[in-house]
C-alpha cells in the first residue's frame, strides 16, 4: 500500500516521526514530573490494546508516511506487551526506538533487541546516587546503570542519553554527567524543563537555560559545534574536546525549533497531539471502537495535523500549559 496523504499541516511541515505512548504510568516520582504519591492513572479500559496500537502505527506507516515510530511512556517498560508491539511495528519496515528511564531494562534489553528495536533514550539527571534518589524519589540508580549496560550489550545503540539540570538540585552536575557518558560510551543530551510537570510549578525564572548548560559544560570542555545540519533533530550538536565524543544541548524554550518539527503524538487512550505543547486532540479510539475503516481513521489523522500551530509560544507571557503532564503525553 503506498501513502495516500502525508500528514501535513499548514505551514508546509509534514509529520514522519510518531511517538507513541503506550501507559501514563511510571515506576519514578521524578519531581519535575509529578508529585510523590502519583497521578489517577488511565483507566484500562481506555487505554489502546495491543492490536489497536498496532493498528494505528499500521495506518500511519502505510497511508500517512510515518517513516519513524518511538514508544514513550509514562514509562513504556511496563508495558506487558511491549515486546511483541515491538515486533510487529519492525515487521511495517520503521525504524523504532524507545525512550525509558531505564528501570527493568536489564531484564529486557535482550528481547526488545531480538523483536526490531533499533535504540533506546534513557533518562538519567545525575549519576550522584543521593541527587537522583532527590529527583527520582527513588533510590535507583544502580539499576537504571545495569540497565543502560545491558542495552549497549544488546546492541541498542547509540545509547542516548537526556537529562535536565534542576537549579539547586544537580546544577552543578553538568561535566559530570558528561564525563561519566563519555566514559561509558553513552551519547549526552540536556534539555531544558518544559512546562509539563503535574503540579505547574515550572517557572521560566528558575529553568536552567541552554546558555547556562553551555556555559557550565565549557568550565572542563571545549566544545565546538558539531558541523551536521540540525534539520528536525532538536539537539545543537557539539563536539566534545575536539571530539569523536559529542554532547547535545536542547533549547526547547529559549531556541525553540517548531518550524523544522517532524513529529505527531499518540497518547495511550488513543488521542492525536499533533504538538507537544496542544491544548487539543483529535480522538481516534472512539473511532476505532465504534468501527472505522482505516480511510476514515487516516482522514480524521491528516485533519488533526492541519490545526497545528506555528510554534508553542512557551517563552510567550501568553503560553498556557496544556492539561496533561508529560507522563500522560508521552514525550
Keep these: ?8 499541516d499548514r505551514f508546509g511541515r509534514v509529520a514522519t516521526d510518531l511517538r507513541v505512548s503506550l501507559t501514563d504510568r511510571c515506576n519514578l516520582r521524578c519531581n519535575y514530573c509529578m ?43 511496563l508495558r506487558r506487551g511491549l515486546v511483541d508491539i515491538v515486533g510487529r511495528t519492525h515487521a511495517l519496515g520503521v525504524e523504532t526506538s524507545l525512550t525509558t528511564n531505564a528501570l527493568g531494562l536489564s531484564r529486557t534489553a535482550q528481547a526488545l533487541a531480538d523483536a526490531g528495536l533499533d535504540r533506546i533514550n534513557a533518562s538519567i539527571d545525575s549519576v550522584r546516587p543521593e541527587t537522583f534518589a532527590t529527583i527520582t524519589r527513588r533510590d535507583r540508580l544502580a539499576d537504571v546503570v545495569a540497565g543502560l549496560e545491558a542495552a549497549k550489550a544488546a546492541g541498542l545503540g547509540p545509547v542516548k542519553l537526556n537529562a535536565v539540570l534542576l537549579r539547586g538540585t544537580n546544577d552543578d552536575q553538568a561535566a559530570e554527567l558528561l564525563r561519566w557518558s563519555i566514559e561509558h560510551g553513552y551519547e549526552l543530551r540536556f534539555i531544558e524543563q518544559m512546562p509539563l510537570d503535574a503540579q505547574h510549578d515550572w517557572s521560566r525564572a528558575a529553568m536552567v537555560t541552554a546558555d547556562e548548560i553551555f556555559d557550565a559544560l565549557s568550565t572542563e570542555f571545549t566544545l565546538t559545534p558539531h558541523g551536521e545540519p540540525r534539520g528536525s533533530a ?21 531556541r525553540p ?8 503524538r499518540l497518547t495511550a487512550d488513543g488521542q492525536v497531539r499533533n504538538c507537544l ?16 475503516g482505516d480511510e476514515e481513521i487516516a482522514e480524521r489523522w ?18 498556557l500549559q496544556p492539561d496533561r503532564p508529560m507522563s500522560a503525553i508521552g514525550g
Design 257 to 264: 525549533f517548531c518550524g523544522d518539527c517532524d513529529r505527531v
Design 35 to 77: 508529585p510523590a504519591e502519583g497521578l489517577d492513572w488511565l483507566p484500562t479500559e481506555q487505554t489502546l490494546t495491543d492490536d489497536e496500537v498496532v493498528r494505528l502505527i499500521t495506518i500511519g506507516v502505510e497511508r500517512l508516511g510515518i517513516r519513524e515510530v518511538r514508544f514513550t511512556g509514562g514509562e513504556p517498560l
Design 302 to 319: 491528516v485533519i488533526a495535523m492541519r490545526g497545528k500551530r506555528a510554534g508553542h509560544g512557551i517563552d510567550d507571557v501568553t503560553f
Design 277 to 292: 505543547f496542544a491544548r487539543e486532540e483529535s480522538d481516534l479510539r472512539t473511532a476505532l471502537r465504534s468501527g472505522a
Design 234 to 254: 532538536p539537539a545543537e550538536l557539539f563536539d566534545v574536546d575536539g571530539g569523536p565524543a559529542t554532547v547535545g544541548i536542547i533549547a526547547s524554550v529559549t
Design 1 to 8: 500500500m503506498t501513502v495516500t496523504t502525508p500528514l501535513a
